[in-house]
């Protein structure tokens, strides 16, 4: 039989081994968490971003009716506060938003139950759309941006990035 002091610091390299563990699992849950944020605020609006793509892509193409459904309109059913004769005179060419071609997705915000989406044109003023989150359906915006106080972090990276 040994004497006690034989097995003395035999547990020291077995304590080191599982604070080094501890260190790595947090770390690695940290960077988990961490890469799922970002990876949530970059795709979280990525349905309505889309959407919004989709429309401008039609009425590039100029396919009118089908850029109409996306607001959650038809023939059959038209919207009663916006008839296609009126989205017509709003998006074909000859109306202030005439360059299809040019009109890129500017700022995104979340609101609420829907994403507000701002359309930039090159000659004309930005529009604000809205996309309700659920039924993805378009429609023009109840504000420029959304109210009230909000963090910009993704205007502030934009800017750093000198985009």
Known sequence: ??????????????????ARAIKLGTAGVLLAALLGL??????????????????LQLLRDQQYQDAYRM???????PCPNYPFTAFRDDWEPGSAHTDAASASVGN???????????????????????????SNIISFS?????????????AFFKSLLGK
Not at 40 to 55: A, D, G, H, I
């Open 1 to 18: 039989m040994g004497s006690y002091l034989e097995a003395y610091g035999s547990h020291e390299a077995l304590r080191a081994k599982r």
């Open 108 to 134: 995104v915000e979340s609101c609420g139950s829907g994403v507000l989406i701002q359309v930039n044109y090159a000659q004309s003023k930005p529009v604000a759309l809205w996309v309700e989150r659920g």
């Open 142 to 154: 109840p504000w420029p941006e959304c109210p009230g106080r909000h963090w910009r972090l993704g």
């Open 38 to 55: 970002v990876l949530f605020f970059t795709f979280r609006n990525f349905r309505e971003e889309n959407q919004v793509k989709t429309f």
């Open 71 to 77: 607001w959650g309109c038809t023939e059959v059913h």
